[in-house]
């Protein structure tokens, strides 16, 4: 009995055995052997069989206090790394069924891991990257990255390997080995991949954005560092969702003047752009759970960002409009409704999902409502004589709408679109507007107003308001549709269109505004919203018994 007692215990080592063990370990690892023939020398059973010992009968406090706990790590990384390479070199499907001899290298390497974290993370990282480099496995992707994974499904912290890792490339960026960099690149955009990652700080991520500046900012084909954007670009989108709200906050003003305030070519800054607009993207301006911080942070870069409307730069103005456009979309695929101005019909179902709860964002504009018509009026005036450009106004304009679908946004909108139009109602001649093509800027400018115009009369279905800007469009469609969306690139007139001011073509103020007053003042009955269709295709098996009931109906 006492035989069998001393068979089942499992006595704590102690720190003498602790040692020996590992020092056998990495005998029967070939720790000392270069790596080129260590494979076919490594004793996987034997040195199975001690790390198990190791990471079972060894007390913590022991495994952390001896000197030789790196190499514990490391052997355990011989293991793994062999591992994962035989399950990747297994030539048919069915070797892929049998038991790998190394099956347990992963569990005894994050149970190793276990001892040492938290106290000894950093140590841990450190080795495990060393090792990486030391072997040369950079190159040998898959093997890095099941290794990495294998290290985040533990419990340790995972920002601390996202941190070294950014150092790894910014220490291979001053050794100027870009290949090396181009690895751990890809590494990192695989790892990053995982749902493992937690409690990372946009303060981490500052290098990362710096490296990808400075790639784009160098702006040729021939440097090997302008070749690497796009890794820090796919790696800083992906990051940019796991950051928390402050920190996703923290980060987006740490972006705004790298794009805006940094003198770079219009290349470059809409190439930065498209991670800023991304972003933004994944960023609310108001959060219930955080309100002091979104409603102040979130004045200040509106605030901003309509400074940079009102830049005389094009590209400037253009992005900084797309910027605000993807801050105020709740990612509810509006935007895919208004990337061109068209007409918006009562009586027609469209895919747009109107806000309801918006009274911050109501709040946050009539705070900025004159700086936002001043900004807008000027955008227009200076830089909508690409169609390109007014397709970003409108798209803008909408989505403002569709967010905050009150009576102060539309009359708001309203007001500044019959300034546009005031603006830009008569022909006057000059040599601006002979740069600009003025016929077909005019009428690009109308076209979208008579869009939006539209668009505020769907969502808030005034009979008034419906009956007057009805009118309009019906006498555009008659006598000059030229004012009507879509908007075109050439414009062709026939002999009964009027090219001339017409009061009919055009809305006034005071009817606008007495259809506005109906509408938000006296609560004027609404027109009832229309219901979705619902589509059937040829394959639709109830199309078919329809048909097949109509045949026999008809005696066929």
Known sequence: MGRLSALFSRQKLTTAKTRLLVDQLKISCGIFLDPTIRSPNIQETRALKILRKIVTRSQRHIIQYIPDRDAIIECSLILVQNYVAHLRLR?????????????NAKVLFQAAIDL???ELLNEVID???????????????????????????????????????????????????????RHVLSVLQNVIVS???????????????RFYHTSVMIGTSRNQIYELRRGFEKCLKDLVPLLSIADRYG????????????????????EFGSTVEHAASHMILYDTQNQKLTSDVSSFIVE???????????????????????????????ADQFQSPTVFHMDTY????????????????????????????????????????????????????????????????????LKVQKKFLYHSIDSQAEMFDQPQHTNRIHATIMAVMTLINWIHRARSMNAYITYV??????????????????????????????????????EIRYSLWKCFRIAEEKIPKPMKMRTRSCDDPRRQLNDGVLNVFAGM
Request: hydrophobic share 45%; glycine share 2%; proline share 5%.
């Open 251 to 270: 980060f987006f003003v740490m972006m705004l003047p790298l794009v805006f305030d940094t003198e770079m070519s219009d290349e470059a800054r809409i």
């Open 116 to 118: 040492l974290v938290p």
């Open 473 to 510: 469009l019906h006498h555009r469609f008659d006598h000059a549709p030229s004012l009507n969306p879509p908007l075109r690139e050439q414009y062709r007139y026939a002999a009964h269109h009027i090219s001339w001011y017409d009061s009919r073509l055009f809305f006034d103020t005071l």
């Open 350 to 417: 469209y895919e747009i999902v109107l806000a309801t709860d918006f009274a911050p964002l109501q709040q946050l504009l009539m705070e900025q409502r004159v700086h936002l018509e001043h900004a807008l009026l000027q955008a227009i005036e200076f830089h909508s004589h690409r169609k390109m450009n007014l397709e970003v106004f409108y798209q803008l304009l909408c989505t403002v709408l569709v967010e905050v679908p009150g009576g102060f946004t539309a009359s708001a909108i309203s007001c500044l679109l």
């Open 304 to 334: 901003y960002l309509l400074q940079c409307i009102e830049s005389e730069d094009p590209t400037r103005c253009i992005l900084a409009c797309k910027v605000l456009t993807k801050l105020f979309d709740r990612g509810q695929h509006n």
């Open 91 to 103: 030539p048919s499907p069915l070797k892929r069924c049998q038991r790998e001899p190394f099956a």
């Open 195 to 209: 749902q493992r990652w937690e409690l990372i700080e946009y303060s981490e991520l500052s290098k990362l954005l």
């Open 127 to 181: 080795t495990i990257l060393k090792f990486l480099q030391t072997e040369n496995l950079w190159h040998v992707e898959f093997i890095c990255v099941e290794i990495l994974l294998f290290v985040l499904e533990c419990r340790a912290p995972s920002a601390p390997l996202l941190s070294k890792l950014i150092d790894r490339v910014e220490r291979f960026l001053q050794l100027s080995d870009i290949s090396q960099v």
